[in-house]
């Protein structure tokens, strides 16, 4: 069918100015003067706007192989 298997979003993500987070840093507000946050081993951005997200393709997988199916594009 049509909604079986797994999905997820891939997106362009515009950081901006990015705040290299020192340690970890769960649960802060947004550094003043900056647009998002970074982990300190570079892993993860934190986005505080959603305007800084453009969502792009909705890409569809078979979880057990790991095999793309599909990608709908926005």
Request: aromatic share 14%; charged share 15%; glycine share 8%.
């Amino acid at each position: 069918g049509y909604a079986e298997g797994q999905k997820f979003l891939l997106c362009q993500v515009l950081a901006g100015r990015n705040y290299k987070c020192p340690g970890l840093c769960m649960g802060v507000p947004l550094k003043e003067g900056y647009d998002s946050h970074n982990s300190p081993n570079d892993a993860e951005t934190v986005i505080f706007d959603v305007d800084q997200i453009l969502p792009y393709y909705v890409v569809y997988y078979q979880s057990s192989a790991h095999t793309y199916t599909r990608a709908v594009a926005f």
